[in-house]
T-cell receptor
Framework: NAGVTQTPKFRVLKTGQSMTLLCAQD?????MYWYRQDPGMGLRLIHY???????AKGEVPDGYNVSRLKKQNFLLGLESAAPSQTSVYFC?????????????FGPGTRLLVL | RKEVEQDPGPFNVPEGATVAFNCTYS??????FFWYRQDCRKEPKLLMS???SGNEDGRFTAQLNRASQYISLLIRDSKLSDSATYLC?????????????FGKGTRLSVIA
């Protein structure tokens, strides 16, 4: 099992360009999350999904859109990238239930917006 | 008051030392608590859950103090490989529909 994978691992964008980050999980988990992590700021939740076809806003959703068309995939889109979106993006998934609170994270995508 | 607060550190300790981290949470209704570990430039990974009665896993001990709304992590006999950032994590509503809340982390450096 691959667990949680993220594509791409690293990307450089120019201001105004768009891109989509892909998160894929083979753990059959219902819930999926997108975080960004910046120095001194910790993990901040961008958007999340509690099931196929559903999405919800997190703490810092502005400038991002998401889609969960398939249970195993969670896409994060940047329509018009800005330098403030330079960050490391982590995807995570988990399956809620007694004793199953663990979130499993992907390896991260490093994004640089010039 | 922030939902989950941690001392960012860094804590610089020699090998073999005992070190403890505390974390406070604001929502008294929180039921589930965890410690995650994050190595430099890597993703966070679950270190251990924190139970009401406290729990121990080898050199690591986690405890919960509901009255004061804090959890702690104790590391005994520190190893160089323990150097990492330790994230305090809380399920604020004990509901499957609410995302976990992560603290900003406490950085530990174990020095030879």
């Amino acid at each position: 099992n691959a667990g949680v994978t993220q594509t791409p691992k690293f990307r450089v964008l120019k201001t105004g360009q768009s891109m989509t980050l892909l998160c894929a999980q083979d753990m059959n988990h219902e819930y999926m999350y997108w975080y960004r992590q910046d120095p001194g700021m910790g993990l901040r939740l961008i958007h999340y999904s509690v099931g196929e076809g559903t999405t919800a806003k997190g703490e810092v959703p502005d400038g991002y859109n998401v889609s969960r068309l398939k249970k195993q995939n969670f896409l994060l889109g940047l329509e018009s990238a800005a330098p403030s979106q330079t960050s490391v993006y982590f995807c995570a998934c988990h399956s809620p239930g007694a004793g199953q609170e663990t979130q499993y994270f992907g390896p991260g995508t490093r994004l640089l917006v010039l | 008051r922030k939902e989950v607060e941690q001392d960012p550190g860094p804590f610089n300790v020699p090998e073999g030392a005992t070190v403890a981290f505390n974390c406070t949470y604001s929502n008294s209704a929180s039921q589930s608590f965890f410690w995650y570990r994050q190595d430099c430039r890597k993703e966070p990974k679950l270190l251990m859950s924190v139970y009401s009665s406290g729990n121990e896993d080898g050199r690591f001990t986690a405890q919960l103090n509901r009255a004061s709304q804090y959890i702690s992590l104790l590391i005994r006999d520190s190893k160089l490989s323990d150097s990492a950032t330790y994230l305090c994590v809380v399920n604020p509503w004990n509901s499957g529909n609410t995302p976990l809340v992560f603290g900003k982390g406490t950085r530990l450096s174990v020095i030879a």
